[in-house]
Nanobody
Framework: QVQLVESGGGLVQVGGSLRLSCAAS????????MGWFRQAPGKEREFVAY????????RYADSVKGRFTISGDSAKNTVYLQMNILTAEDTDVYYC?????????????WGQGTQVTVSS
């Protein structure tokens, strides 16, 4: 079973940057998808980005394209989310997820979340 631990959240001003990390432990597989989601209080969890482990293919939500970059370090079993040009609308709890699947991921493992607050 894979366990995920996020870090790197915090308080940043509008226009600033943050980098989130997600460390995976346990039986991680290079065939897995790794992704980031976010959720505000009272709202549904929203997809942000994912990376496919076997070939590095990435996909982003339209709202973060050009500002966020997902990447992975297989040697460290860690996935990163570089977030630039942050806006107040990016304020959320960010969750790391691991998933399986051939074409599209089925998310089956979640981290505990890390808070990102963007202040104006």
């Amino acid at each position: 079973q894979v366990q995920l631990v996020e870090s790197g959240g915090g308080l940043v001003q509008v226009g600033g940057s943050l980098r989130l990390s997600c460390a995976a432990s346990g039986r991680a597989s290079s065939n897995r998808f790794m992704g980031w989601f976010r959720q505000a209080p009272g709202k549904e969890r929203e997809f942000v980005a994912y990376i496919r482990g076997n070939d590095g293919y990435t996909r982003y939500a339209d709202s973060v394209k050009g500002r966020f970059t997902i990447s992975g370090d297989s040697a460290k079993n860690t996935v990163y989310l570089q977030m630039n040009i942050l806006t107040a609308e990016d304020t959320d709890v960010y969750y790391c997820a691991a998933g399986v699947g051939r074409i599209s991921p089925q998310w089956d493992v979640w981290g505990q979340g890390t808070q990102v607050t963007v202040s104006s």
